[in-house]
């Protein structure tokens, strides 16, 4: 759900352009020992899960003034956030004891080529042993904020 915020003069922000908050939040932790076109291609990854498993984060279609269609994006911002290794490793904790819907990014996956074998290299990973360079995480504001605690935003 979305809140709008009134401004002393009875107009909405949202009216003006301004920031709406929302209730949820989607928000991305990535390693912070990762390479910058890694960090790139693993939040591109992680929010593509996020997108597709919980349907209710993407707005609507685009279109242009010329009436040219585009994607539906996610409906709100999301927030990108950066950690050590050891800090996204109890983040993952908390995202699991919350049962949040989660999306991983292994050091294992730089190594492999295509969807099949990206889900294999998870696969063969107990939960615990799992390197994570990257962990997407969508739900209610506070639950997301209590997992990353810890977490600094990206620069």
Known sequence: ???????????????????TRFDTKIAVLLRDDLEPWQRLNVTAFLVSGLGTAVPEVVGEPYEDADA?????????????FEATKETLTTAHARVLSRA???????SDLFATGHDEANRAAVRAVPTADLDLVGLAVYGPRNAVDKAVKGARMHP
């Open 1 to 19: 759900m979305q809140r709008t915020y009134k401004t002393g003069r009875g107009d909405d922000r949202q009216s003006q352009g301004m920031s």
């Open 68 to 80: 040219v269609p585009y994607l539906p994006m996610f409906r709100q911002p999301v927030l990108v």
């Open 100 to 106: 949040l819907p989660r999306a991983v990014f292994t």
